[in-house]
């Protein structure tokens, strides 16, 4: 048992070794090939890097081009396809300007938290086996990292995912998710293959060519100029900066508040300090998440209080009116207490912070939090706003 936990430690330490590595890397230009049987042809894929923060990904199909970069802090894209064309761009100085009061809160209840890093900027690349929809999902695009991290994201990945490699024909070959395998250069810490497969197909992506630490165009990393009726996907590039930024501010949280090791450091007040930064952290993040869903809930509302509406109308008794009021305000406190619960079981300790001595603590009383920011600011608003939707007039 010793020698396994030895080897599968030295075998990590691998993946360790190729991340520290490559987060020295001053430049590259990668090109990959890309095939899947749910769609004929092959997609050429091109990665350019300059450090510490300019990345730019171009992905070509037929007809079909995207570009993406994150440059200096901003996401941006741009794409056609012949006859649509989509383009959006999202700054995230202005998501940590909007997250500068939560920086304030956690800075004055605890004056030794980490200041937020510098950026930088890297290659995402994840992929998972999706159970429920029986699909292996990928992606590859620019993404925003703090400064000193590897711009080699599947590096991330395969940490993330606690992959150990095996050695064959001079490659690290990894398999994950009982649905991939990659193949990755111990040399340069590259992916040279990379392959998914689910019931729903196959996909493939293969190195083409690389080019380390040669001096990249700058114009390569200008930003793209707006384009006139292009629809607007900056929403979506908004949200991934917002999740970037509170991921982060979240783990920085936990660095200042689970270090705690003595049961004195873990009083009531300490709690109670250590909600003021957290429960405002959830009354911020909750309604920008179910943004989305607003509209719905809204609809949804205004449809049952006219049918309430049509009954009183119709000479349905009070009573009559009062039951089916009271059975669909039950139907709307089951799916929020349902919806608050999701929330709650996705909710788990940062991967950065799973060896910090109070972190099972601390998760207990971010989940208390995060319960009463959704009361505050998504339950007790929604019911409030249907018992005055359907309430008789007058009353």
């Keep these: 048992m010793m020698l396994l936990s030895f080897l599968l430690a030295a075998q990590l330490d691998v993946v360790a070794d190729l991340t520290r590595r490559s987060a020295e890397l001053h430049s590259f230009t990668a090109n990959y090939a890309l095939t899947s049987t749910a769609s004929p042809g092959t997609s050429e894929i091109r990665i350019e890097f300059a450090a510490p923060a300019r990345v730019r990904v171009d992905r070509t199909a037929g007809k079909e081009h995207s570009s993406t970069w994150c440059v200096d802090g901003v996401l941006a894209m741009k794409s056609s396809d012949g006859e649509r064309s989509s383009q959006g761009r999202a700054d995230s100085a202005q998501m940590f300007a909007e997250l500068e009061p939560l920086e304030k809160k956690l800075r004055q209840a605890f004056p030794r938290a980490v200041s937020r890093p510098a950026l930088a900027a890297a290659v995402g690349m994840r992929w998972e086996f999706d159970a429920k929809a029986q ?28 992959a150990a490699p095996r050695e064959d024909q001079g490659l690290l070959h990894f398999e994950t998710d009982s649905a991939f395998q990659i193949a990755i250069s111990p040399k340069t810490g590259f992916v040279e ?7 729903k197909g196959e996909m493939n ?4 060519s690389l080019e380390l630490d040669k001096p990249i165009d700058p114009a390569r990393f200008a930003l793209p100029a707006p384009a006139p009726g292009a629809k607007d996907v900056t929403s979506d590039l ?3 900066v917002s999740r970037f930024a509170e991921v982060e501010l979240r783990g920085r949280i936990y660095d200042a508040m689970a270090g705690k090791e003595t049961p004195s450091d873990w ?3 300490f709690q109670a300090k250590a909600a003021t930064v957290l429960q405002p952290f959830y009354e911020r993040a909750l309604p920008k998440i179910l943004e989305s869903k607003a509209g719905l809930w809204s609809t949804t509302r205004d449809e049952i209080a006219q049918r309430i509406a049509g009954m009183r109308a119709s000479g349905k008794s ?3 009116v009062e039951t089916v009021r009271q059975r669909e305000t039950g139907y709307l406190k089951k799916q929020m207490d349902e919806l608050e619960q999701g929330f709650l079981t996705r909710l788990q300790i940062p991967a950065t912070a799973e060896q910090l001595p109070r ?5 207990t009383l971010e989940k208390r939090s995060l319960s009463a920011a959704f009361h505050i600011k998504v339950s007790e608003p929604m ?8 309430k008789k007039q007058g009353q």
């Design 267 to 269: 009083d009531e007040a």
């Design 318 to 320: 009070e009573e009559e």
């Design 135 to 162: 699909r292996a999902n990928f992606s590859i695009e620019p993404s925003l990292v703090d400064q000193g991290e590897t711009p080699l994201g599947w590096l991330k990945t395969l940490t993330q995912k606690g």
């Design 238 to 240: 908004l949200r991934a």
């Design 193 to 199: 293959h990379f392959s998914g497969k689910s019931p």
């Design 205 to 208: 992506l293969v190195l083409i």
């Design 383 to 390: 019911v409030s706003a249907f018992e005055a939707a359907t």
């Design 359 to 363: 972190a099972a603590e601390l998760l």
